[in-house]
Structures are given as structure tokens and as C-alpha cells.
């Protein structure tokens, strides 16, 4: 290859400068380098044969020769006697100076260098796209926290003792729809003072792990046997909630899972 074809490769100029030659490098490489097209073989191969064009005409332009090519063997002269039978022939090769070698080794040892920074940047940027950075869970509600909805106007009251070693949901249900949902945590006594007149049924979903809409480990799902009757001020009801294996009398039974319909 010879200088004016690496300079046209690089698209420069005869006066361009070694800091012009080196930058104009690492932007080819960006380009060019097979690992962006992993998913298309075609473009990988086409991709890997531009980028030893490229590094030939680095090598070409960082030699500051004419040309660069393989070394060939000499033609024997006719003055050269011809080595007698039976005798290992000669090839004189020509010997390359030292400074060549040094500059061959530095670029053979900067191409090195420059793949390896691009091939990590490749694969971060890869890492970045396929592991989207994971959210933290909310942070578990307190006591008392209406899931659902705001609860309409009532002074109804209920007493709530989670006795369990889970969370709860408290889910008022009124002709099978989910009115209302409150937060209980374990070991705690809520006393609900708000709970608009009327009839519902009862049920409860427990576990450990809350995200958002359900808990991720542990559930139990219970419910109360008949539905409670709430009117204004009232004598307050009672639930305890805890499981069954236990041995506490809490009111109620055990029942199929269900979703909880609660914001998201």
C-alpha cells in the first residue's frame, strides 16, 4: 500500500501532521470496529476486512515510507556460484534496521492497546442497553394506609390487632367489589374510626415482601365468616388477624386467593 492510498483511506492531506494521523485512527476504529455489527455477520466481515485496511494504512502513514510490503527473497545474481549438492542453500535476506523494528513493535503495541479500550467501551455500552438499571421497591406503607381509594364520609369504627408475622391488607368487599383497602403491619393495633355505613364482607391478604400491589413471599389469605355491619358511632367491631395453626381466635377463615385491587 502506498502513502497516497493510506491518505485517501484516511481522507487527509499530504501535509497532515502525526497528531492528525493518530486521531483520524481512533475515530476509524470507532467506526469501524466488527463488534458493533455482532448482529449482522455480513456487516461484521465487511467491518473486519475495512479495519485491516485501515491498519495497514496507519502502519503505512506511522512508517513514513512510500510504501509497505512484505519482504520478498533476492534473486540470485548470475556472479552468485550455485551451492554445491547435497548443501543447504542460502537466502540473504536484507537486515532491517533497528529503528524500524522499534517503530513496528510501538504500533503493533498501540493497536493492541486501542482494541482493547474500544472492545470495553463496546461491551459497557452493550451492558448499559441490556441491564436497564433496576428500581427500588417503594418503601412499605404504614399503618393505616388506604390503598384503594380515600374513604367516603362515616364514623363507623373497627379494631384491627395483626397478632401474625406478616403485613396485612384489611379489603372491605361490597357485592363483590373492592371498596376499600388498608395497610396493617405486623405486631401493630389499628382502630379505624372512619368506615362509612353499611355491610361488607371482610377479607384479608398477608405476607412478607410488599411491592406495590401484592407481597412477594409468605401468603396467607383469610376472611371473615359473615359480613360486618358498620353504621354511625357505633360500638366499634374487632378482627384479629393471625394464622390458623396458632391456636388465636381471630374471627376468621381461611379463603382462595384473590388479587388485590389497589393503585399501582
Not at 114 to 136: C, E, R, Y
Not at 154 to 159: C, D, F, V
Not at 197 to 210: E, K, Q
Amino acid at each position: 500500500m502506498t502513502r497516497a492510498e493510506a491518505i485517501r483511506i484516511f481522507e487527509l492531506d499530504g501535509r497532515c501532521t502525526p497528531e492528525e494521523v493518530r486521531a483520524t485512527y481512533r475515530e476509524l476504529v470507532k467506526v469501524w470496529h466488527p463488534d458493533r455489527f455482532a448482529h449482522d455477520p455480513g456487516l461484521r466481515a465487511k467491518a473486519d476486512r475495512r479495519l485491516q485496511e485501515i491498519n495497514r494504512a496507519y502502519a503505512v502513514l506511522q512508517d513514513r515510507r512510500d510504501t509497505v510490503e512484505p519482504p520478498r527473497e533476492p534473486t540470485p545474481s548470475s556472479h552468485v556460484a550455485t551451492p554445491a549438492h547435497g548443501a543447504e542453500p542460502r537466502h540473504d535476506t536484507p537486515p532491517r534496521s533497528a529503528d524500524h523494528s522499534t517503530s513496528a513493535r510501538w504500533s503493533l503495541r498501540t493497536l493492541g492497546i486501542v482494541g482493547l479500550l474500544v472492545g470495553a467501551a463496546v461491551v459497557g455500552i452493550v451492558l448499559m442497553v441490556a441491564w436497564p438499571t433496576q428500581q427500588a421497591p417503594p418503601p412499605r406503607p404504614i399503618s393505616g394506609t388506604d390503598l384503594l381509594a380515600a374513604p367516603s364520609e362515616g364514623n363507623g369504627s373497627l379494631i384491627v390487632q395483626n397478632a401474625d408475622g406478616r403485613d396485612a391488607v384489611l379489603v372491605f368487599v361490597d357485592a363483590g367489589i373492592q371498596k376499600r383497602a388498608v395497610y396493617i403491619r405486623t405486631g401493630e393495633r389499628l382502630q379505624m374510626l372512619d368506615v362509612p355505613p353499611g355491610a361488607y364482607r371482610i377479607w384479608v391478604a398477608a405476607g412478607r415482601g410488599w411491592i406495590r400491589d401484592h407481597f412477594a413471599s409468605d401468603p396467607m389469605f383469610q376472611e371473615v365468616a359473615e359480613p360486618l355491619t358498620f353504621a354511625n358511632a357505633s360500638e366499634p367491631q374487632t378482627i384479629t388477624v393471625a394464622a390458623p395453626e396458632t391456636g388465636t381466635r381471630t374471627g376468621l377463615r381461611t379463603r382462595s386467593p384473590f388479587l388485590l385491587n389497589v393503585r399501582r
